[in-house]
């Protein structure tokens, strides 16, 4: 049973940069995929990002992908998301995801869920 908390989320003007987190309660954090969602009010979910596991490159949507970057500290159990540029189309509910012994490759079957955090980008 994993727990995880998202934070750093907030009103921002188009073009400004924000910095996601998500600390987990993982007693093997360094196992977990973990990978970015997000949603928009009568919108499907969609894929924002991943951080594998085992060391390999991150994967990005093509939408955010040379904009937000994915990174982790294992020591901390967190993982990050750094959005720059923002959009008013990035404005959405940001959610983190753990995958166990997931891949970053793969956007689907993810076992845990935060909560969300609201990002409103204004222009």
């Known amino acids: 049973q994993v727990q995880l908390v998202e934070s750093g989320g907030g009103l921002v003007q188009a073009g400004d940069s924000l910095t996601l987190s998500c600390t987990a309660s993982a007693r093997e954090f360094d196992r977990f995929t973990m990978g970015w969602f997000r949603q928009a009010p009568g919108q499907e979910r969609e894929f924002v990002a991943a951080?594998?596991?085992?060391?390999?490159?991150?994967n990005y949507a093509d939408s955010v992908r040379g904009r937000f970057t994915i990174s982790r500290d294992d020591a901390k159990n967190t993982v990050y998301l750094q959005m720059n540029n923002l959009k008013s189309e990035d404005t959405a509910v940001y959610y983190c995801?753990?995958?166990?012994?997931?891949?970053?490759?793969?956007?689907?079957?993810?076992?845990?869920w935060g909560q969300g955090t609201q990002v409103t980008v204004s222009s």
């Open positions: 995801a753990a995958d166990f012994l997931g891949s970053a490759v793969i956007t689907t079957g993810y076992d845990y």
């Open positions: 951080i594998s596991w085992s060391g390999g490159m991150p």
